[in-house]
């Protein structure tokens, strides 16, 4: 049976995915090394999981692969965890900043306006000389 990742009971904050990758393969006495072999893996993906730095490991596909792979084989509840994922990158979106428009955005709005209106201006003259 699949041990649950996620203590629903705790009032503690949530733990991290990597953290709880990380602590599961220490309380099987795995090295990185160790689990990447037996994953047919890279130790640096693993070490990037347990770290939480998913941009380096590709998209969500790739990650949620990576997690579901790992997690079987620290007989962890995969989709517990990836569900925690999703919650862990949504809140991590919820920290980026939009910039406002920027000045190069305005400049290819005005551009955009006055090839507008000189594509006007050419279709009027072309009309009023051909009548």
Same mark, same amino acid.
């Given at each position: 049976?699949?041990?649950?990742? +996620?203590?629903?009971?705790?009032?503690?904050? !949530?733990?991290?995915?990597?953290?709880?990758?990380?602590?599961?393969?220490?309380?099987?006495?795995?090295?990185? *090394?160790?689990?990447?072999?037996?994953?047919?893996?890279?130790?640096? +993906? /693993? @070490?990037?999981?347990?770290?939480?730095?998913? *941009?380096? /490991?590709?998209?969500?596909?790739? &990650?949620?692969?990576?997690?579901?792979?790992?997690?079987?084989? !620290?007989?962890?509840?995969?989709? *517990?965890? &990836?569900?925690? /994922?999703?919650?862990?990158?949504?809140? @991590?979106?919820?920290?980026?900043?939009?910039?406002?428009?920027?000045?190069?955005?305005?400049? !290819?709005?005005? +551009?955009?306006?006055?090839? $507008? +209106?000189? $594509?006007?201006?050419?279709?009027?003259?072309?009309?009023?000389?051909?009548?």
């Amino acid at each position: 049976m699949k041990e649950s990742t +996620i203590n629903k009971a705790s009032n503690e904050p !949530l733990a991290s995915v990597g953290s709880l990758l990380k602590e599961a393969r220490e309380k099987r006495k795995l090295s990185l *090394e160790d689990a990447a072999a037996k994953l047919f893996s890279d130790p640096d +993906i /693993l @070490e990037d999981l347990e770290n939480n730095i998913f *941009e380096k /490991l590709g998209g969500n596909v790739f &990650i949620k692969g990576y997690i579901r792979n790992y997690s079987k084989l !620290l007989d962890l509840d995969s989709t *517990e965890l &990836i569900d925690l /994922l999703a919650n862990q990158l949504e809140l @991590e979106e919820e920290k980026i900043v939009l910039p406002k428009i920027t000045e190069h955005l305005v400049a !290819l709005r005005i +551009i955009a306006i006055v090839s $507008l +209106i000189l $594509l006007l201006v050419t279709i009027l003259g072309m009309y009023v000389s051909h009548n």
